[in-house]
């Protein structure tokens, strides 16, 4: 309770039931706090307790209460502007965030008895609390007016990336970023030190100041390359041990346990949206959402080998029944077994990674050739992945040409959103993005016009990629079906297939066509 006491001030002679008769303090509405308990997911699932506002209890408040953060996309593209720079990565936790910011809205409360001999004196809420409606956009607005007083502005891609012009010794000239998520700062510069101690004057920052070796519940550590070159890897291997190691727990304590199912996320003939089996009671409902709050997370730091199975799992989380529990632990289990989403070395030949420094993106795309409902699309900047997609065609197509199509202009407009971010960045962009498809005909045709397309949807698709090659913002080229990235993010036989291909060290090289 000491560091969260400055956020109430007492009313010293004043009663509760003069407070409820309006008479005093007259706008100021109740509002009760409680003590919760709960798990922090930094990967040690480490226990904290916290005093939280009833803000479910209240009506919205007139001013925004919106609260936005980074994306993993824009996390993704600055450590490997960090990388290509040679500058310098360091986080920080802001301390009790929501406490530097004034409350805006009019609420009373009475103490409990966390606040020991003030237990039952009436308290003016002054700071915000976490559970108040309108305390997130309060502490954005407080550290963005921060921002702004040591020289940051925000980039239009994404609000909670930060950039600043500077130079380096060299007199070479960059850009400084800050990315915000809540309270956890990632700041990227050639030396740190300096706007972290600038932060550090104005707020309390914890101890760990610093290179991280842990972001957003992923692991960070900084890697030599081949060429030796350093980049950041980012991975969720121990949010991963602590989140298997929870459910392995809840099932001895049920008195079964996570059974070995094979080598795949779950079987390929599953289809959850045909399972008949009974719905899960309130309790193993709120359990089986937890799980896939799990497993969607799991996906953003990097397992996209599990994206398909988790998407069509997630599409039940209203009503989910047995089944469908049954293939969350059938998922957890792979994992477990395969913690590691990269088992070897990948082999490309350089007509695929072009050796000039120079940035470039290049995309894979492909939608599932067994029902044609799922496009794949996989975003790559200089040997990093930036956006795997794995979603559902609104359209059932009678022939592949028009699915591939349809995923193709989805890529393209994926593409286009990463081009405009990165030169929001303030990163250069060099000729136009490579998109490699296996389906010879739709590369003939987007590059060289040669069949009609009858349905006016795929037509939109077709003239919407034409469009983007006619501006220079991509090239189309053809890719051997085996060795798609995009497969790695559907389900099936293919796709494990197309794991071994890519990540095996003695596999052959990659050949591309243009």
């Known amino acids: 309770m000491s560091n969260v006491r400055i956020a109430f001030d007492k009313l010293e002679g004043i009663t509760e039931e003069e407070m409820r008769s309006g008479k005093i303090k007259p706008g100021f509405k109740f509002c009760d706090t409680h003590m919760i308990f709960d798990i922090k997911m930094d990967g040690k699932f480490t226990r904290k307790a916290r005093l939280v506002a009833d803000g479910h209890k209240t009506n919205a408040p007139a001013s925004i209460t919106y609260l936005s953060v980074v994306s993993r996309d824009s996390v993704r593209i600055c450590l490997m502007a960090a990388s290509l720079n040679g500058l310098n990565v360091f986080a920080c936790d802001i301390g009790n965030a929501y406490l530097n910011a004034n409350c805006r809205e009019k609420f009373w409360t009475i103490a409990g008895p966390e606040f020991g001999s003030e237990k039952g004196s009436v308290m003016i809420i002054a700071r915000e609390l976490y559970g108040l409606k309108s305390s997130g956009a309060a502490w954005r607005a407080k550290l963005a007016e921060t921002m702004s007083e040591i020289g940051y502005f925000p980039s239009q891609a994404d609000p909670d990336v930060w950039l600043k012009a500077a130079n380096k010794k060299d007199?070479?000239?960059y850009y400084k970023y800050m990315l915000v998520y809540v309270d956890?700062?990632?700041h990227i510069a050639e030396d740190p030190k300096e706007d972290m101690a600038l932060i550090n004057s104005i707020y309390r920052l914890k101890e760990s100041v610093g290179p991280p070796d842990r972001y957003l519940g992923g692991s960070m550590e900084r890697v030599q390359l081949q060429d030796g070159s350093v980049a950041w890897s980012m991975n969720c291997v121990e949010y991963l041990q602590g989140a298997i190691s929870n459910v392995d727990n809840y099932l001895n304590e049920c008195?079964?346990?996570?059974k070995n199912y094979g080598k795949r996320p779950y079987p390929s003939s599953y289809c959850p949206e045909m399972d008949v089996t009974l719905e899960l009671d309130a309790e193993s409902m709120n359990r089986y959402q937890q799980y896939i709050g799990v497993l969607r997370w799991t996906i953003e730091l990097g397992r996209i080998n599990v994206n398909t199975e988790v998407s069509c799992l997630s599409q039940n989380l209203a009503s989910p029944r047995e089944g469908h529990?049954?293939?969350?632990?059938?998922i957890f289990r792979y994992l477990q077994k395969n913690l590691s989403s990269n088992p070897g070395r990948m082999v490309f030949n350089g007509a695929y990674l072009e050796t000039d420094p120079k940035l470039f993106a290049n995309s894979v795309t492909d939608p599932d050739e067994w029902n044609d409902f799922y496009p794949e699309a996989a975003e790559k900047l200089p040997a990093k992945k930036v956006v795997p997609l794995g979603k559902r065609q609104n359209t059932v197509e009678s022939l592949s040409f028009g699915s591939e199509y349809i995923a193709l202009r989805i890529c393209t407009?994926?593409?286009?959103?990463?081009?405009y971010k990165l030169?929001?960045?303030g990163i250069p962009i060099d000729g136009p993005a490579e998109v490699y498809c296996d389906n010879q005909s739709v590369v003939t045709n987007s590059s060289i016009p040669s069949s009609v397309l009858n349905k006016r949807h795929n037509a939109i698709c077709y003239h919407r990629v034409r469009e983007a090659?006619?501006?220079g913002t991509i090239k189309v080229g053809w890719i051997m079906g085996e060795y798609n990235l995009a497969e790695t993010t559907m389900a099936g036989d293919l796709k494990h297939r197309l794991v071994h291909n890519i990540f095996n060290n003695d596999a052959e090289p990659l050949e591309v066509k243009t």
Request: a neutral charge; one cysteine or more.
């Open 171 to 173: 007199g070479t000239p």
């Open 184 to 186: 956890d700062i990632l």
């Open 255 to 258: 008195g079964s346990a996570l």
């Open 325 to 330: 529990m049954h293939a969350v632990y059938k």
């Open 413 to 419: 407009e994926m593409i286009e959103a990463l081009r």
């Open 423 to 425: 030169r929001c960045f």
């Open 469 to 471: 090659q006619a501006a």
